[in-house]
């Protein structure tokens, strides 16, 4: 469905003042919902354009039925389809898929992640100076002191080279793949980054807030590198935070 619709003018309105959403999201949204629902009633489901359905078991689906609108609402081919499933407060399954390029990211914990049913690893870069980053901005970068504006000068500065591509979904996957070597982003939502987060882990990659701690979806600060980088883009994210407690103390 979305690939049928892309290029063609769709229906958008404004949840912010950059947030926005089409009837494309509904829509797509809606036949996932349906499909899950059908086949997994006992399950709840956490999905971006509607108000969470909360189960008993304990086992939800995280859903970002179109995981780069704005992308999608000027014809950019850079979007996908999000899914994870989680038990317990635990990633178990994820799933992203890009319908113009026809691939899907999966992973399921402990069994490692795929592209198209073949294994994924994440690249063996180990200098930041060598490195391709990606990154987003938020929406109320305008706004907002906290924009990461600081950290994207700072790593334009320190690595290869960064990208900004609008999905924080397929960022986190082209980690996985070995097709960036790393990434950070702030203010996510749990839709964002379920299923690609668990994506980077099972295909060797080491993801955490940018404080160091381990992965908080309700928190939205992420950073996703190989094992040899991680570290270092740990201390250029706080870098600031570590000069302005030298200055106050």
Not at 13 to 19: A, I, Q, R, S, V
Not at 40 to 47: D, H, N, R, S, V
Not at 104 to 118: E, H, I, P, V
Not at 205 to 233: K, M, N, W, Y
Request: proline content about 4%.
């Amino acid at each position: 469905m979305l690939r049928n619709a892309v290029g063609s003018r769709c229906r958008i309105e404004y949840k912010g003042k950059l947030d926005l959403v089409t009837d494309v999201d509904r829509r797509s949204e809606e036949v996932v919902v349906e499909f899950l629902t059908q086949q997994f009633p006992e399950c709840g489901i956490l999905a971006e354009e509607r108000a969470e359905t909360r189960a008993s078991s304990g086992c939800r689906w995280i859903l970002d039925p179109l995981d780069g609108t704005t992308n999608y609402a000027h014809g950019y081919p850079f979007f996908c389809v999000s899914l994870a499933f989680e038990q317990d407060g635990v990633l178990c399954w994820g799933g992203v898929y890009d319908p113009l390029r026809e691939e899907l990211f999966t992973a399921a914990r402990g069994c490692g992640a795929f592209l198209n049913g073949s294994p994924i690893k994440v690249a063996a870069t180990s200098r930041l100076d060598q490195a391709l980053l990606c990154t987003g901005f938020p929406y109320d970068v305008h706004d907002s002191s906290e924009n990461n504006l600081d950290h994207f000068s700072a790593f334009i500065k320190t690595a290869q080279a960064v990208r900004r591509d609008g999905s924080a979904a397929l960022d986190l996957c082209y980690v996985g793949a070995g097709r960036f070597d790393g990434y950070w982003e702030m203010k996510l939502k749990p839709w964002d980054i379920a299923a690609g987060c668990l994506i980077v882990a099972e295909a060797g990659g080491i993801v955490s807030r940018f404080s160091g701690a381990p992965i908080d979806l309700e928190q939205g600060d992420v950073v996703a590198a190989t094992p040899e980088l991680h570290h270092a883009l740990l201390a250029v994210l706080n870098r600031k935070q570590q000069a302005e407690k030298k200055y106050v103390g």
